[in-house]
T-cell receptor, first 114, second 112 residues
Framework: GAVVSQHPSRVICKSGTSVKIECRSL??????MFWYRQFPKKSLMLMAT?????????EQGVEKDKFLINHASLTLSTLTVTSAHPEDSSFYIC??????????FGEGSRLTVL | QKEVEQDPGPLSVPEGAIVSLNCTYS??????FMWYRQYSRKGPELLMY????GNKEDGRFTAQVDKSSKYISLFIRDSQPSDSATYLC????????????FGKGTKLSVIP
């Protein structure tokens, strides 16, 4: 079946640095990709929706300049956490779908900001 | 009141037991209901997808939807240690909608 790959799976960085997380659809063209954040014992929270070739749509309360999302091709979306701080430490998950197809999730990326 | 309520557990059961996982919701516009399984440090994977009220069965898993009560359930028969994971309910207004609203997830442990 379709696979969505996320990289890196774990990243540790110093406060103030930027971190990029990649999300790739491996065997289908993802017209839409989504980025979520998951805190322990909390729901998956949709951060933003990205459509290939256009600007991402951010959910209310998500800082656009903090979480930069790029969807440059039908198989790749990136999330860059800029000037990361300890409160940005979390589990970030992407998902992708073909037009009206099933939603597939990536494996997630655990970010730890020291 | 949160849109989707799900008891986070943890829930521990012996191997072979029947497991019942539940979610309640408040938004009557939700029409599509999903159950995802998430192993530790992994992304969620879709288990069941239902639309109408009633039951849907797939192997050891049965999804039940009661729209009148705004209540959905996932039953796991003959539970196995490999079923140990966090189970998240999710729901949406439209079939093609990306606006999935998730429950918090229930952590299940099946003890051998």
């Amino acid at each position: 079946g379709a696979v969505v790959s996320q990289h890196p799976s774990r990243v540790i960085c110093k406060s103030g640095t930027s971190v990029k997380i990649e999300c790739r659809s491996l065997d289908f063209q993802a017209t839409t990709m989504f980025w979520y954040r998951q805190f322990p014992k909390k729901s998956l929270m949709l951060m933003a929706t990205s459509n290939e070739g256009s600007k991402a749509t951010y959910e209310q309360g998500v800082e656009k300049d903090k979480f930069l999302i790029n969807h440059a091709s039908l198989t790749l979306s990136t999330l860059t956490v800029t000037s990361a701080h300890p409160e940005d430490s979390s589990f970030y998950i992407c998902s992708a779908r073909e037009a009206f197809g099933e939603l597939f999730f990536g494996e997630g990326s655990r970010l730890t900001v020291l | 009141q949160k849109e989707v309520e799900q008891d986070p557990g943890p829930l521990s059961v012996p191997e072979g037991a029947i497991v019942s996982l539940n979610c309640t919701y408040s938004n009557s516009a939700f029409q599509y209901f999903m159950w995802y399984r998430q192993y530790s440090r992994k992304g969620p994977e879709l288990l069941m997808y239902t639309y109408s009220s009633g039951n849907k069965e797939d192997g050891r898993f049965t999804a039940q939807v009661d729209k009148s009560s705004k209540y959905i359930s996932l039953f796991i028969r003959d539970s196995q240690p490999s079923d140990s994971a966090t189970y998240l309910c999710a729901m949406s207004v439209g079939a093609g909608s990306y606006q999935l609203t998730f429950g918090k997830g229930t952590k299940l442990s099946v003890i051998p």
